[in-house]
Structure formats: structure tokens, C-alpha cells
DNA sequence: CTTTGTTATTCTCATACTGAGATTGTCTCA
DNA sequence: TGAGACAATCTCAGTATGAGAATAACAAAG
């Protein structure tokens, strides 16, 4: 059946409202961890838990649109930030008031400020994701999926170039990547790697000022390549355990 | 700006409503070819275009249970068929007549049955996915993503079995993906590839009753096996078109 | 200034995976 | 009965990966 068959037969009015939001999973790379932008919401149901910040879709409004200003709301920033769908959340019971539909979107961002809380909300903090606290509605499984999804876009795509600045080095995206993955990986192997990847990264002819904070040569400094995909992938350790 | 807090400050019946609708890709191996499913639109707007099968949401009903169902509709079938969620729409005109935000879902079935017209359908039918005709709406777009969702999961899972029957032959198995990838393969290196993958299929022990329709001998049948990602994943020959 | 430890970068080597082509033997059809 | 098709297996070269080591530049401590 289709969307508008059935509205010509039907009035939709006659169902009982469906409310449509976006929740942003943000995630960003600070103090050294992965990090995800949670809101402590101020209002019930669920008041004082944690949540992804989030909101109704306006009128004349797209959804990667709606999107964005919900985390420009918090964070500030819209530039610089990747943003992408993730997935539809719209079990009859995730919000026990009506019924809501929620469009999730991932976005990635090299370290931002501290993210301001909107007038709406208690409280606005990066979590890192492996110390998480309750978080309200299925705002455990959103992230999750983010996390994951975030994971898997690393291996195939220049993904990680959009956690690091805006020059980098190699040890630096390797940083990024031991993060994400929560792994360590082998310098040198990465360093091939990268640099054999056609489009990965191109370098800058420059240098870091000086060498690490506990000693090492001056590392070249790179900028993210014209690459839309990274072929052959750079793919994580295997996990046997999620195969099956 | 969480979807709660919003609620409790807003009404938002007092925006203009919003309507969720599930539009499904639903996709088949019939005629040596990739095909999708279409229906014939009976009514206004866009009358007399071909559509993906969708319909609204109902009250108390999760989004893949809408999908299943509106997919179970057509093509009486639900059982055999994996269903999985592509993405969602909510552009403000997509629609002329309301905001309507859809969220699509992607289904794979070995060769069904023909589609039965549902009481609003004008007509219903397999479309070889190379030769469209002019779709509703923005369905051209949710069906182009839905194949190339399916082409890049035939990469590292075993999708491929869910378009072959119960058992099959190697031989089958590569053409599903030849047919659906619209590549040829090197027969021998896709053998080895296939039984080196962990899980990908098991033997059942059985042949072919005869030979091929022009000659050869009979090939073994095999059946899908665990595995839930394919790893070393099954490349696709390289497209350098897509990187950059 | 010298020593020690760290880190960037490059190499080596063994192993694994892939693409291309060829071989062997079974089976259908004319 | 012969020709052609096709399943299944093998060979070989080229490429990619994992692990370890070598080289050299640099910071910080003595």
C-alpha cells in the first residue's frame, strides 16, 4: 500500500499523533578517550538521567538540517563537523507520552569546546563511552549503534581524518584509529599502510615545531587526501567472536 | 535539546502533523536478473507511477513490523525473507500534500512468487532494477540506495544465500552475486574464496540430480552456514570511480 | 655536554590472499 | 560417439599483512 493511496483514503489526523525527532550521537576525541555529547535533561519524564541531544523536526525543516542545528544548539560548531544518518528509532513504547519516531544521526568532530548547555537542558558534557552513565528512553542502544557504526566507517572511509585537525601526523591518525577501536596497533605496519593508500592523506613538505613531549624526531605533518573510500580498507583486528 | 524537554514546553499538535509511512525496497533474483518490487499508483498525486510498497505506520506497531507487514501485503510472503532497515526521508515537499518522513526498509528473497495487486494498487510487479520506469515521489533515490546497500553487504555477510533457495550450488551462489554486483567472475578463484570463508556455507553431502542444462558435471549443494560476516570479506573488483 | 629513553620512519621476511590461466574429469546434446 | 559446457582443483605471480628489527632525530635528566 502505498504512502499516499492510503491518505487518500484515510486522514491521518483520525491516528494518534506521531511525533518525529533527531537525536545526534557526537562524537569527539578528548583527554585522550572517545568521548559522546550527552544533555542531563531537566524535565520528566526521565529528569536528571542523561540523554543524546535532540529535538523535534520544524516545518520546512530536512532532517539532516534539523540535525545540525540540534548540535550547533549545543556544541556552537557547524562546520568542521561530519554528519550522516545512523537509523530510525520508533518502538510504540520508547517514549512512554506519545508515540515518537527518532531519526538518528552520527557526527564527528576534531576536539571541541565545551559544549554549552541549551537553555532547555540541566547540564551538557562530553562522556567518554566507556564510563557512560543511565541514559534515558533507548538512548543506550542509539549510541551503541553510533559507536559501532563509527567503528566499521573508520576501516572503509577517511573517517579519521575528520577527528583529527586540520594538519596531522601519522602518529596522531594512528591515535585516532587505537581510540576508536579501543586496540593498539603496530606503528610501523600503520605507517605503510596509510601511506599506501591512494587519496588517504597527502602531505604538507612540513614538520611538527619539534619532536614528542618525551623525545622523537619532528614527525611530517599531513592533511586529509581527496579520498571517498579507502581501498584496499584498513580493517581492525579480526573478532572472531562477531562473526558468528 | 531533548525531544522530552521540548514536549513538556510545547504542544505539538500544535505543528503541522507530521505523518511516518515505511517504504520498502524489495528485492529478487527472477529472469536472470535483479529485480525490484513495484506497485502501480491508483490514486493522486503521481497516479499511474510506479512506487515502492509502503504505508503508514500504525498505532502500537514497531517499524519492521510495518515494513514486514506492508511487504507481506503484496507478496504474501514473510517467512524466507531478510528484512533490514536502509533509511529515512523527511525532506518538507517530498510529498505535495503533507509532511510526511519514511523510513525505508531493504528485503531479499530468493525468486518469489508474483505480486499480488493489493485493493489499492492498480497493479503490482517485479521490475528489473536496469530498466525503471519513472518512480513516485523521491523513490528513485530510496531505490538506488537500497541497491547499493545490498551490492556492499553482499561484500561481508553472507546475504547472498538469502537470494539462493534452501541449497545451492556454488555456481548459483556466484551468479547471485554476478547478477546483482553486474560483474563476471573468475569461476575458479570465487570457488576457493567461497569454501575458504568460515561459515559462509556447509556441504549437505548432496549433488545436482543431473549435469547443467548444457553439459557438466553434477555440482555439490551446499546450504548457508553461521556465519554472520564474511571474513576475509569478498571484495568487489575494485571500482576506482567510487573512491575519489 | 653526555647519556638515556622515546618516537618517526624505513626495512626485512614470512605468511596470507588475490587474479589469471590451465587442467582434469563428468555430463548433456547433437 | 564426438564436441562443448561446466564443476572442481591447481599453479604461479603479484600484492597485502603481521611481527620484529634497524636507523636516526629529539627531549629530558644527569
Known sequence: MDESEFLAGYDPRAYPAVA???DVVALTIRGGGLRVLLIRRAE?????????????IRPGEDLPQAAARELAEETGLS????????ASYGAPERDPRMRIVSISYLAFAPDLPDPRAGSDAADASWHPVDKLPELAFDHDRILA????????KLEYTPLATAFAGERFTISELRGVYETVWGVSLHAGNFHRKILSVPGFVESTGETTESGGARGGPRAKLYRAGDARLLHPALLR?????QIR
Not at 520528566?44 to 523535534?56: K, Y
Not at 583486528?237 to 567472536?241: Q, W
Open 20 to 22: 518525529v525527532t533527531v
Open 237 to 241: 583486528p579480526a573478532r572472531e567472536e
Open 44 to 56: 520528566q519524564p526521565h529528569a536528571g538521567l542523561w540523554a543524546l541531544p535532540g529535538g523535534f
Open 145 to 152: 549503534h553510533g559507536l559501532e557504526r563509527a567503528r566499521g
Open 79 to 86: 562546520d568542521r563537523v561530519h554528519i550522516e544518518q545512523l
